[in-house]
């Protein structure tokens, strides 16, 4: 009895064993493909520690970030901060506050698709004698902070150096992305070279004074361009507000909810696509051509335009 047990307890010994090897020969036979490509799981952890990509980068709580005419000066050191001459590039998400002067210089923000960068102004000027003083290149979302009491300027060059191939920024202010205005400050933005304030996206002025001077459109938002609140002055341009986004009709809108607006401009005063929507706050145009100018839906509250 005892040698049949034991006889049966060596085959299942052999057995697990041999189990065992088959697993082995399973697992290397998976980790290569038949024409030697790398399985998923290994290509998914290259691109992931892949070196220069924005989202390495951890949050910034509330970086400080000075100009000194022909450098710049960073409170600590942060991997999401990089200086390169005259040009500083942000590539992680949170909050950097900037003061100063910069000659013929500009920030770039280069943050990954999730990211949401807050910008706030708080004494800031900024020329760029070759291309744009502010150019957000990718990010989710851009807050731009204008701090309280504060005179920011942005001037850009009235012809662009871009690499070849490329047709962007386009603007003193360009952005890939949605931008918000927000703050108590103000900002002056003077386009030399094409549009004043332009995004690809959405445009949403919530408070502050901005005043635009532009060769083209003073504000242009592709999507849309909301004006919540605060004061907006375009003081000379080709058309002053501008949306165009033909393919999508929730887009494509130009809206003033409130604020004072005022708009000189040689063209169109307000041009969209899709809609225009003037419910609340106080405009007044000087324009060359049409103070409203929308083959699509118009909405005039009594009142609040008035063409001079």
Same mark, same amino acid.
């Given at each position: 009895?005892?040698?049949?047990?034991?006889?049966?307890?060596?085959?299942?010994?052999?057995?697990?064993?041999?189990?065992?090897?088959?697993?082995?020969?399973?697992?290397?036979?998976?980790?290569?493909?038949?024409?030697?490509?790398?399985?998923?799981?290994?290509?998914?952890?290259?691109?992931?520690?892949?070196?220069?990509?924005?989202?390495?980068?951890?949050?910034?709580?509330?970086?400080?970030?000075?100009?000194?005419?022909?450098?710049?000066?960073?409170?600590?050191?942060?991997?999401?901060?990089?200086?390169?001459?005259?040009?500083?590039?942000?590539?992680?998400?949170?909050?950097?506050?900037?003061?100063?002067?910069?000659?013929?210089?500009?920030?770039?923000?280069?943050?990954?698709?999730?990211?949401?960068?807050?910008?706030?102004?708080?004494?800031?000027?900024?020329?760029?004698?070759?291309?744009?003083?502010?150019?957000?290149?990718?990010?989710?979302?851009?807050?731009?902070?204008?701090?309280?009491?504060?005179?920011?300027?942005?001037?850009?060059?009235?012809?662009?150096?871009?690499?070849?191939?490329?047709?962007?920024? %386009?603007?003193?202010?360009? /952005?890939?992305? +949605? $931008? !918000?205005? #927000?703050?108590?400050?103000?900002?002056?933005?003077?386009? &030399?070279? %094409?549009?004043?304030?332009? /995004?690809?996206? +959405? $445009? !949403?002025? #919530?408070?502050?004074?901005?005043?635009?001077?532009?060769? &083209?459109?003073?504000?242009?938002?592709?999507?849309?361009?909301? $004006?919540?609140?605060?004061?907006?002055?375009?003081?000379?341009?080709?058309?002053?507000?501008?949306?165009?986004?033909?393919?999508?009709?929730?887009?494509?809108?130009?809206?003033?909810?409130?604020?004072?607006?005022?708009?000189?401009?040689?063209?169109?005063?307000?041009?969209?696509?899709?809609?225009?929507?003037?419910?609340?706050?106080?405009?007044?145009?000087?324009?060359?051509?049409?103070?409203?100018?929308?083959?699509?839906?118009?909405?005039?509250?009594?009142?609040?335009?008035?063409?001079?």
């Amino acid at each position: 009895m005892m040698q049949k047990r034991l006889i049966s307890l060596m085959l299942a010994a052999l057995l697990t064993l041999f189990a065992l090897a088959s697993c082995g020969d399973g697992g290397k036979t998976d980790t290569n493909d038949t024409d030697g490509t790398q399985n998923e799981s290994e290509t998914d952890t290259f691109a992931d520690t892949s070196v220069g990509e924005p989202d390495l980068y951890a949050s910034v709580s509330d970086l400080k970030i000075t100009f000194n005419g022909n450098s710049i000066s960073v409170n600590e050191d942060d991997l999401g901060v990089q200086i390169d001459g005259n040009t500083v590039t942000l590539r992680a998400s949170g909050k950097y506050t900037f003061s100063g002067t910069l000659d013929d210089g500009s920030i770039i923000v280069e943050a990954a698709k999730t990211d949401k960068v807050e910008l706030v102004f708080d004494g800031v000027n900024i020329t760029n004698s070759k291309s744009a003083p502010l150019y957000i290149k990718s990010c989710d979302k851009v807050t731009i902070i204008l701090a309280d009491g504060s005179e920011n300027i942005l001037t850009d060059a009235a012809k662009y150096e871009l690499p070849y191939g490329e047709d962007k920024p %386009n603007a003193c202010l360009y /952005s890939s992305e +949605d $931008i !918000d205005f #927000e703050g108590a400050g103000t900002l002056i933005v003077n386009g &030399n070279y %094409n549009n004043g304030i332009g /995004s690809k996206n +959405d $445009i !949403d002025i #919530e408070c502050g004074i901005i005043e635009v001077r532009a060769v &083209n459109n003073a504000i242009k938002g592709n999507d849309s361009v909301s $004006i919540l609140g605060g004061t907006v002055r375009i003081i000379g341009a080709d058309d002053g507000i501008k949306s165009d986004t033909e393919t999508d009709p929730s887009k494509g809108f130009v809206r003033i909810e409130g604020g004072e607006v005022e708009i000189t401009a040689d063209d169109d005063a307000i041009q969209a696509y899709t809609s225009v929507s003037i419910t609340g706050g106080k405009v007044i145009t000087n324009a060359g051509g049409n103070a409203v100018n929308c083959d699509g839906s118009v909405t005039l509250a009594e009142g609040i335009l008035t063409e001079n």
